[in-house]
């Protein structure tokens, strides 16, 4: 895959100098199947196991709230559980579940840390919520509402840089948990992001694709440096069509969607399991565990910067301006840049799978 | 019988997965599934449901006549078989158009199936009579758990037997049905026929080709399908009616439970998967400690289908007789086991492999 280098260093030289030197080291959180166990597990830069908390099932992704040192694992959909815990200590209490609810996998703490968001698959009903804990000292992670967030199927759920919306990606999937994932409309599908007012719940916004694309399912998101959403799907119509998989949305405009090459859209199958920007917030990463690539995006202009191949390779976080840490589902972590060979950190191992997300916790 | 399964798990359990090397798949794997395969299921499901529509003209012009109902009940099973044996190819012509949705809605957690015949019968719409029209509809209206509804219902022979206007719409509207059915049909083996693209491509995979570059490409096709298919059975048709014993079982959760097709439905599915598999003459090119492993499958797959054909009731009353039932939940555990021959032998006899992402993505 050919690369504009210079551009390349010119986004990264463009990124804001984070102090480098003084900052500690980044740590990462992840799920993963341990033999037969599953655990999150907190890990250095290295890909090196820092401390792991069991999980009673399969783990999807985390909310973070770094600044109080915790996180929140949740099941994977349809999830049963959620489970808060010490990023130092470990120590770990289980959310409570409404009856007729289930996680969909992905939730993110208030901007002041008091409030935790979840999506939810209000199951009998039909469509998604978004589930509000109460996440202060004492406060138990009781549940104390929910949000409507105008579809089906919600996925990611972001906190805009407002500190006050809620981004949420209706994935248009409609699945029940007597029938594990099993799509049950997939002749009506209708995906959306939906902006939702974190302070009384109303549904501030929606934006929809094209009707020809209405089998894109938009799962995962990840905000660039101007604030704006880029989001990552996953198509269920035949495997013959190749629409673009990655997009971004701005308030107020119509969602633009981004193909690439056609190498690289071949590639990635039909499928973005997870989307990360880099610490400068000007590159997009998509990986499709798939088809085994991970594909980056200018975050200004649109443009494919460039992929890396790695097998079964889907969490994806921050490492640093330009540069990624990649998790697969053989053991293995990598370090990747726009171009060139991934650098494996942690290798692969035959008892150890990394499961769809890697989280950077600070 | 039993003995017999008793032995293939003892096989199954001193050869731990991935203890058969790969060989390379047949260059010509996907024409020797189409043609020994595919092609001729795909004109039985065009056969039978013609078979449906003429049964229905008699019954419809002696709408009182048990021997013409049965004769209707009899080709609706027939059809469930032949799409039984086809259902488990969910890719390319199967996914294209929502065919397979079109064909079988299911699974129907929100009964949309009954709500939606319902409240066409009780209108008594005439513009969905019209050829073509009710391919527009909503899938719910135009699949075989429609014709289901339609025709057993409970109250369904008193209505038709009545022969006003409410039965002779009835009649009608399974007439519009079948004849739906029998296009539906046709557009599936239209798209497995030599003028299709994407058969071409299965048939003859290439490098320049948009969705199949290899015979590794096609067997893994194959392979998932299988996979995909056995777990469709048995957790998406079984394991939900089943409960946890005779009083949790809710056999209303079978497919086609008022006509009492489910069985052949199902093992149509099975002799199905095994005749895909043994069309594709694999024994003869897989490695040799890995030849045992398409013949194990099926002999498996005929014990399953032997057991399920032979259970002396309707599966939705099976599912409270002990005896009966315990024929159904062996079937269970005979299908996890055809599962594991598939996923842990087959699919590394071929040099599939399948990651833990990509498998089973979120």
């Not at chain 1, 007597?178 to 939702?196: C, H, I």
């Not at chain 2, 397979?100 to 809605?105: P, V, W």
């Amino acid at each position: 895959m050919a690369i504009d280098r210079r551009g390349f260093l010119g986004l990264v030289a463009a990124a804001p100098m984070l102090a480098l030197a003084a900052a500690p080291e980044p740590r990462f959180l992840a799920a993963r199947r341990r033999n037969d166990r599953y655990e999150a597990v907190i890990v250095d830069a290295h890909g090196q196991d820092l401390r792991t908390v069991a999980l009673p099932d399969r783990g999807h992704s985390f909310a973070i709230d770094a600044a109080r040192g915790r996180a929140v694992a949740f099941g994977r959909q349809p999830g049963f559980f959620a489970l808060a815990f010490g990023l130092e200590t470990g120590a770990a209490e289980p959310l409570p579940l409404p009856e007729g609810r289930h996680f969909f996998g992905h939730g993110t703490f208030s901007a002041d840390g008091a409030l935790l968001y979840a999506t939810e698959n209000a199951y009998e009903e039909g469509h998604a919520v978004v589930g509000v804990y109460d996440a202060s000292r004492g406060g138990r992670w009781r549940r104390i509402g929910e949000f409507d967030c105008a579809g089906i199927g919600a996925h990611e759920v972001v906190l805009m840089p407002d500190r006050r919306t809620l981004c949420v990606a209706n994935g248009g999937i409609l699945t029940h948990p007597d029938y594990g994932k099993r799509e049950l409309n997939l002749d009506t599908m209708a995906p959306s992001l939906a902006y939702v007012d974190v302070r009384d719940g109303r549904v501030l916004e929606t934006a929809a694709l094209e009707p020809a694309l209405h089998q894109l399912s938009i799962r995962h998101l990840a905000l660039d440096a101007g604030g704006a959403v880029w989001f990552g799907c996953q198509y269920s119509g035949p495997a013959q069509d190749r629409p673009p998989l990655v997009g971004c949305h701005r308030r107020g405009s119509a969602p633009r969607l981004y193909a690439g090459p056609d190498d690289v859209l071949a590639g990635l199958r039909n499928y973005v399991g997870s989307v990360a920007a880099d610490a400068g917030g000007r590159v997009i990463a998509t990986s499709s565990p798939v088809g085994g690539l991970v594909a980056y995006w200018d975050s200004a202009s649109g443009r494919c910067l460039g992929t890396t191949p790695i097998a079964d390779g889907c969490g994806i976080a921050a490492a640093g301006p330009g540069r990624f840490l990649v998790s697969d589902g053989h053991g293995a972590i990598s370090e990747t840049m726009t171009a060139g060979v991934p650098r494996q950190v942690r290798g692969a191992s035959s008892t150890l799978a990394w499961d769809n997300h890697l989280r950077r916790t600070g | 019988m039993k003995s017999a399964w008793s032995f293939l798990l003892v096989v199954l359990a001193v050869l731990p997965a991935g203890t058969v090397r790969a060989a390379s798949p047949p260059a010509d794997l996907g024409q020797r599934w189409i043609d020994g395969y595919v092609r001729p299921q795909a004109a039985a499901l065009v056969q039978a449901a013609g078979a449906v529509d003429t049964a229905l003209s008699a019954y419809c012009a002696a709408p009182g006549d048990a021997a013409a109902y049965e004769a209707v009940r009899t080709r609706v099973g027939a059809l469930a078989q032949a799409w039984g044996r086809i259902e488990f190819l969910r890719f390319g012509p199967l996914v294209e158009a929502n065919r397979f949705e079109r064909f079988a809605f299911f699974p129907d957690p929100r009964g949309l199936v009954q709500k939606q015949v319902g409240a066409l019968l009780a209108a008594a719409d005439t513009a969905v009579l019209e050829e073509g029209a009710l391919a527009a509809r909503s899938v719910a209206v135009q699949g075989l758990p429609a014709l289901d509804h339609a025709l057993f219902a409970t109250d369904a022979a008193d209505v038709i037997g009545r022969d006003d206007a409410a039965g002779r719409y009835r009649c009608a509207y399974a007439r519009a049905v079948a004849r739906t059915l029998g296009r539906t049909a046709g557009e599936i083996a239209h798209g497995w026929s030599t003028e299709g693209t994407f058969a071409r491509e299965f048939a003859r995979p290439a490098a320049g080709n948009r969705l199949y570059r290899t015979p590794a490409e096609v067997a893994a096709e194959g392979v998932k399908a299988l996979s995909g298919g056995i777990q469709f059975v048995r957790d998406i048709k079984l394991a939900p009616a089943l409960g946890t014993g005779p009083d949790s079982a809710r056999g209303q959760r079978l497919p086609l439970w008022r006509s009492g097709a489910t069985a052949r439905l199902l093992s149509g599915t099975v002799t199905g998967m095994r005749d895909f598999l043994d069309a594709g003459r694999l024994g003869e090119t897989l490695a040799a400690d890995a030849r045992w492993v398409p013949a194990a499958f099926h002999d498996e797959a005929t014990r399953i289908a032997q057991g399920l054909d032979a259970v002396p009731l309707p599966l939705d009353r099976a599912l409270t007789e002990p005896e009966a039932r315990a024929a159904i939940e062996l079937a269970m555990l005979q299908l996890k086991n055809l599962q594991d021959i598939n996923d842990a032998f087959l699919a590394p006899a071929l040099g599939v492999n399948i990651g833990f992402n990509a498998f089973d993505g979120d």
